[in-house]
């Protein structure tokens, strides 16, 4: 059975030098996001309200932990990551949620 999996926003990020080199336009941090914001995941589906893109880009990460797994140099259970825009990445933090 696979485990709650608290996904939680820890930063928006936005690297200007980069969208003035490299982009046609400059854009705001990750509109659809906010720093703090958590979701949590139930049978390794997307919660819903969550970024389908990002989702994309965490989901391995997110069914690892639900069932059970953990990563090198991470506290266990846990994990940290982030979505591949990059011009304007948004950090997260997994957490596995131990049903007691």
Request: proline share 4%.
């Given at each position: 059975?696979?485990?709650?999996?608290?996904?939680?926003?820890?930063?928006?990020?936005?690297?200007?030098?980069?969208?003035?080199?490299?982009?046609?336009?400059?854009?705001?941090?990750?509109?659809?996001?906010?720093?703090?914001?958590?979701?949590?995941?139930?049978?390794?589906?997307?919660?819903?309200?969550?970024?389908?893109?990002?989702?994309?880009?965490?989901?391995k990460y997110?069914?690892?932990?639900?069932?059970?797994?953990?990563?090198?140099?991470?506290?266990?259970?846990?994990?940290?990551?982030?979505?591949?825009?990059?011009?304007?990445?948004v950090v997260?933090?997994?957490?596995?949620?131990?049903?007691a």
């Open positions: 059975m696979d485990a709650r999996v608290r996904i939680t926003v820890l930063r928006r990020l936005r690297f200007e030098d980069l969208l003035e080199q490299y982009a046609t336009s400059v854009w705001d941090p990750c509109e659809r996001l906010s720093e703090g914001q958590e979701f949590i995941c139930e049978h390794g589906n997307m919660p819903e309200g969550f970024c389908s893109w990002a989702w994309a880009d965490i989901q997110v069914l690892t932990l639900a069932r059970g797994g953990n990563f090198l140099g991470v506290m266990p259970g846990t994990h940290v990551c982030c979505c591949t825009d990059g011009f304007r990445p997260f933090r997994l957490e596995r949620i131990e049903d």
